[in-house]
């Protein structure tokens, strides 16, 4: 699987928006971008997903950049509950491989 | 529409004991996958089922993990003898299949103490 580099923590005013980056320099073009979120003492929870376009939903948004090298996911306006761990994990195809974790970024909000 | 549930939430074994973890995915989902988060580690891919079926078992540590899908439906992860290094979270989740099956649904987790 490719790899991902996501800073290890970000601070975010509640009410606020957040930019989540994420590097995938080794991407192919097989792979989709897929972001997971951790809230404390909870399993991991799917966020969102892309391929080339930017995407949209009730959650959040991800830009992804034109050469595919890097994204970013958006929450539009973070609450406290947006606290958690966010990972950016690429996966080969659409399918139902394994997800590959790595580090991901710890969101902190500030009331 | 019930999510992933695991069951125990909590278990403290000693060294060398024996422990079975359970994992009901969501109805309907054919892919099981098994993760688990040992102290200070990053979260790791142990095995994915499709329905009773090993897809990919290249996560699986070591003999001494045995996990099961009889009948494609709830699944088992044994541990025995269960080893200091076991201790950490251990996730189960679930996802349906084909294009539809690109979000895993995660439970809650159980958390193994080994003493």
């Known amino acids: 699987d490719a790899k991902t580099t996501q800073p290890n923590s970000m601070e975010s005013n509640e009410e606020e928006p957040v930019h989540l980056p994420c590097n995938h320099s080794?991407?192919?073009?097989?792979?989709?971008i897929h972001w997971y979120r951790q809230l404390p003492s909870q399993g991991p929870e799917y966020v969102i997903h892309g391929l080339t376009s930017n995407v949209n939903n009730r959650m959040a948004s991800l830009a992804i950049a034109e050469d595919r090298k890097s994204s970013t996911l958006i929450l539009h306006r973070a609450t406290l509950r947006d606290a958690a761990v966010y990972y950016c994990i690429l996966r080969v195809n659409f399918g139902n491989e394994k997800l590959t974790f790595g580090t991901g970024t710890r969101l902190t909000i500030i009331p | 529409e019930a999510g992933v549930t695991q069951f125990p939430s909590h278990s403290v074994i000693e060294k060398g004991q024996t422990v079975t973890l359970r994992c009901d995915p969501i109805?309907?989902?054919?892919?099981l996958y098994w993760y688990r988060r040992v102290m200070g580690k990053e979260i790791k891919f142990l095995l994915h089922f499709v329905k009773e079926s090993k897809q990919d078992e290249s996560g699986m540590p070591n003999n001494r993990f045995l996990a099961e899908r009889t009948g494609g439906t709830y699944s088992t992860l044994k541990v025995q003898p269960a080893e200091l290094e076991d201790s950490g979270v251990y996730f189960c989740?679930?996802?349906?299949?084909?294009?539809?099956?690109?979000?895993?649904?995660f439970g809650p987790g159980t958390r193994l103490t080994v003493t």
């Open positions: 109805s309907g989902h054919d892919n």
């Open positions: 080794t991407i192919s073009g097989t792979d989709y």
């Open positions: 989740a679930s996802s349906l299949s084909g294009t539809g099956g690109h979000e895993q649904y």
